[in-house]
């Protein structure tokens, strides 16, 4: 079974950089690795998906090793806004469909 | 673009009574939609996966008939949660994929609805 394992909890202060680490042991060989930010009360945002190496969008940075156990989302110069719950997400495939399978998240929480 | 939408956002039943959420792609054609359920301060757990046109997988625990899914169209999903009771009060949230089964699986989140049941 696809499991994730994140910190629970991260604190940073507007400007740095945060990474935010997810270990996935299980990972399937044709799985992508997705991130998301979620909000209290509102639906998980799309943040940045990939599948090795290194893949960067206007928001962020996502960081995966060779054998594709672990990935780390990192955060450029967060600000206040950035205060949230991080999920990384992977998937098992049951029945030739894919089944997403969402950690405990890390929550951020970023100080001024 | 792909941009997923629920109705309504907030609901507050009496116990016993049955709840119908949508869920709607409005600019794609969502060939999976995935329905989730989430406590406070938990993470997302996945209730069950809808396709278009066939009967939805449920995870083990989740009972399929106090948690109908109908995904009668590409651009439209519903739940509707059959005698609800107060443990069932949630936070229920859905979401779209125009990929299906494939492994590039980007979803698409909806804005999520909060059910109280009294």
């Known amino acids: 079974l696809a499991k994730t394992t994140q910190p629970i909890s991260m604190d940073s202060y507007e400007g740095q950089e945060v990474n935010i680490t997810c270990s996935h042991n299980n990972i399937a060989t044709n799985d992508y690795i997705t991130w998301y930010q979620q909000f209290p009360s509102q639906g998980p945002r799309f943040i940045i998906q990939?599948?090795?190496t290194k893949v960067t969008n206007e928001v962020a940075s996502l960081f995966i090793p060779a054998d594709r156990k672990s990935s780390t989302l990192s955060l450029p110069r967060v600000s206040l806004s950035d205060t949230a719950v991080y999920y990384c997400?992977?998937?098992?495939?049951?029945?030739?469909?894919?089944?997403?399978?969402f950690g405990r998240g890390t929550s951020l929480i970023v100080h001024p | 673009g792909a941009v997923v939408s629920q109705h309504p956002s907030r609901v507050i039943c009496k116990s016993g009574t049955s709840v119908k959420i949508e869920c709607r792609s409005l600019d794609f054609q969502a060939t999976t939609m995935f329905w989730y359920r989430q406590f406070p301060k938990q993470s997302l757990m996945l209730m069950a996966t809808s396709n278009e046109g066939s009967k939805a997988t449920y995870e083990q625990g989740v009972e399929k008939d106090k948690f109908l899914i109908n995904h009668a169209s590409l651009t439209l999903s519903t739940l509707t949660v059959t005698s609800a009771h107060p443990e069932d009060s949630s936070f229920y949230i859905c979401?779209?994929?125009?990929?299906?089964?494939?492994?590039?699986?980007?979803?698409?989140f909806g804005p999520g609805t909060r059910l109280t049941v009294l």
């Open positions: 979401s779209a994929s125009s990929r299906g089964g494939s492994s590039y699986n980007e979803q698409f």
């Open positions: 997400l992977v998937g098992d495939i049951r029945g030739g469909s894919y089944i997403p399978t």
């Open positions: 990939g599948y090795k």
